[in-house]
């Protein structure tokens, strides 16, 4: 077994994925990176930065017959015998290949796993003022070239043809490895000037862009692939920031002098978490989300107190977190500690008391240091009112799945004006969040935020177990055993046809007691609903009246009605929705134009967390 390692051209190894001289052996996983994924690896590239190393093998050994398939979406150009197959680094090079070749559409998935097919553009202007706004230059569009809001009736952004790609200043990521393109299109544009400035820039960093690869060589036995395969996979992990930051506030001159003594980043933190102990919502905040809203903080410090030159930015990203002095987190630190207190009181008020069921983790991060800004403020009624549409607009609107740092700031920025009234202007989140009717149909497990969302929302209408007659607070959560279960039980539904995407959908499922739950069995509504009577004490009427606390229809479901008692609490639900967003909800299945249901999603975006095996995975 030889290697060597060699540093390979972007544009030349993209010709060789292309044309089939670097394939996949058949043992390699499907394509599966999502959309914001692609275009931060976009982004590594226009900035200049490593993307990490990628491992071929040399084809033409005798004793290693894996069985070679091109890159997913060259099958139609992979026409070459394969020179090299592709053991680490598939999901790069696919998501390159696809972005940067043809008509550069990747066929990707959102955060929650739905499918998209997506087109890549940069803002010229944008990438030529400022190198360090790149995040902000790239953009994701579907696939037309068009991007559309209010429900895809209103046109936002129009990049469909050559022309209105001029007028917009965007180019396409598909044409910055394709000369005779660029030359047409900046010779269409009519802007010598621009064309240097870009070609300067952007263009010679993507021309010039190396990818280093390791080569095992055609002499290298099956038993080592696997080895070397294995190792890839399982290699150490690289440090993070708190790690880095635990060395650097050590190594605090003006701290030592004054206390005798190194400031123990690690023993400080496990302080931090003691005093949220009592906290199960926070029990799963991290020490990187800690230094994060820590960064926000003090960059938003540095924003408002900055004179001349060039404005700080408020930041959460990882180079500006490395950048905290020990000062910058001895200034916020008890501030922010009880800021993640007060964000567990919001959420028990919301009827969110464990972290399994917060929607969305990181969400978190900006709403504590949200209630650090506001202080005391943040407990009045009509600025709470407006941070909680602000956290339902980022769970129902399922936005924090992705480029989250880029939302921490933009939130941060916006929402605290916002909720005081010194700012008309909604937040972009409030802003971006939308819902559909379809939706309901796809939300099927705690996988999906909204799913969760959905569950605190209906508790909080008042509902009480149906056995026990308990409301669900804190203590009655824990002590009830409560979860989310399906109201036409699983069983029942088997047996009647009922569908799979109705059966599991947010729409037939309810917070319920573990007793509740065994008291309902697998039987019809209509024979368990005397069983709940008699367990409860209640009468068919008391029992009915905590049926409607659930925004069940008693008498559907005593009928045993399924479809009809799905169109009444989807209903139900999407006015729910409503109030929480305080917008109106799409009633795409009611026009037939069901865009957000289980058709659209990876299966895996529709399992139970645990249900599916993993299969190995070749990249982090």
């Known amino acids: ?68 398939r091109p890159i997913e979406s060259t099958e139609a150009t992979a026409t070459s015998e394969p020179k090299f197959l592709l053991l680490d680094g598939q999901q790069r090079l696919t998501s390159l290949t696809q972005a940067l070749k043809g008509d550069g559409v990747v066929h990707t998935k959102d955060s929650r796993g739905k499918r998209l097919d997506r087109r890549y553009f940069i803002n010229i202007q944008k990438s030529i003022e400022d190198p360090f706004e790149l995040d902000e230059a790239v953009i994701s569009v579907p696939a037309d070239g068009v991007i559309r809001t209010n429900f895809n009736r209103d046109i936002v952004l129009d990049l469909s043809t050559m022309e209105k790609q001029h007028e917009a200043g965007y180019i396409p990521v598909s044409l910055l490895l394709d000369q005779m393109g660029l030359f047409e299109w900046f010779g269409k544009l009519g802007d010598t000037e621009l064309m240097t400035a870009f070609s300067d820039g952007i263009l010679r960093q993507v021309n010039e862009y190396k990818i280093p690869a390791i080569e095992l060589d055609k002499q290298t036995d099956k038993a080592a692939v696997a080895t070397v395969f294995e190792k890839v996979n399982v290699g150490g992990l690289p440090l993070n920031v708190f790690e880095l930051l635990t060395a650097v506030f050590a190594g605090d001159a003006e701290y030592y002098e004054k206390y005798q003594h190194d400031f123990r980043l690690n023993d400080d933190w496990a302080e931090t978490k003691e005093l949220w102990k009592e906290h199960d919502v926070l029990h799963k905040v991290e020490n990187t989300d800690f230094l994060q809203a820590i960064t926000m903080l003090t960059t938003l410090d540095r924003s408002k107190h900055s004179s001349g030159g060039r404005k700080v930015g408020l930041s959460a990203k990882r180079e500006d977190v490395l950048k905290l002095e020990l000062n910058d987190y001895l200034t916020w630190r008890d501030a922010l500690r009880q800021g993640f207190i007060w964000v567990a009181g919001f959420l028990a008020d919301l009827h969110i008391y464990r972290f399994r069921d917060v929607p969305y983790p990181k969400q978190l991060v900006p709403l504590a240091a949200i209630a650090v800004v506001l202080g005391k403020e943040a407990d009045k009624h009509h600025v709470k009112e407006k941070i909680t549409q602000w956290f339902w607009s980022g769970v129902l609107g399922e936005l924090y799945g992705s480029a989250i740092e880029t939302r921490f700031v933009r939130d941060l920025e916006g929402v605290p004006a916002w909720a005081m009234g010194e700012e008309t202007t909604a937040p972009r989140t409030v802003q971006d969040a939308t819902f559909a009717e379809s939706r309901l149909h796809s939300l099927r497990t705690r996988n999906a935020a909204a799913y969760k969302g959905i569950a605190a929302l209906i508790m909080a209408q008042g509902s009480t177990d149906w056995v026990e007659g308990k409301q669900f607070g804190a203590f009655q959560y824990r002590d009830m055993a409560v979860d989310i279960h399906h109201i036409f039980p699983k069983d029942w539904c088997k047996k009647n046809g009922i569908d799979d995407e109705r059966r599991e959908s947010i729409v037939n499922k309810t917070t319920l007691s573990a007793r509740t739950n065994r008291v309902i069995g697998g039987v019809a509504p209509s024979a368990y609903l005397s069983k709940v009577e008699s367990e409860s004490g209640f009468d068919a009427d008391g029992v009915d009246d905590v049926l409607r606390g659930h925004l069940i229809s008693p008498e559907v479901l005593r009928s045993d009605n399924f479809d009809t008692f799905f169109e009444r609490r989807r209903e139900t639900l999407c006015t729910l929705i409503e109030g929480a967003l305080k917008k109106t909800v799409q009633r795409d299945v009611s026009e037939g134009n069901a865009a957000e249901d289980s058709s659209f999603f990876e299966e895996e975006a529709l399992e139970e967390p645990g249900q599916l095996v993993e299969e190995p995975v070749s990249e982090v």
């Not at 994924?37 to 093998?57: N, S």
């Open 1 to 68: 077994m030889g290697f060597n390692t060699n540093m390979h051209q972007l544009s030349a190894l993209m010709r060789s994925t292309e044309n089939g001289e670097i394939q996949l052996p058949d043992f390699q996983r499907k394509y599966k990176w999502e959309d914001e994924r692609v275009r931060q690896l976009l982004i590594t590239i226009f900035r200049g930065h490593p993307l990490g190393i990628i491992m071929l093998l040399e084809t033409g050994n005798s004793s290693v017959r894996f069985k070679p």
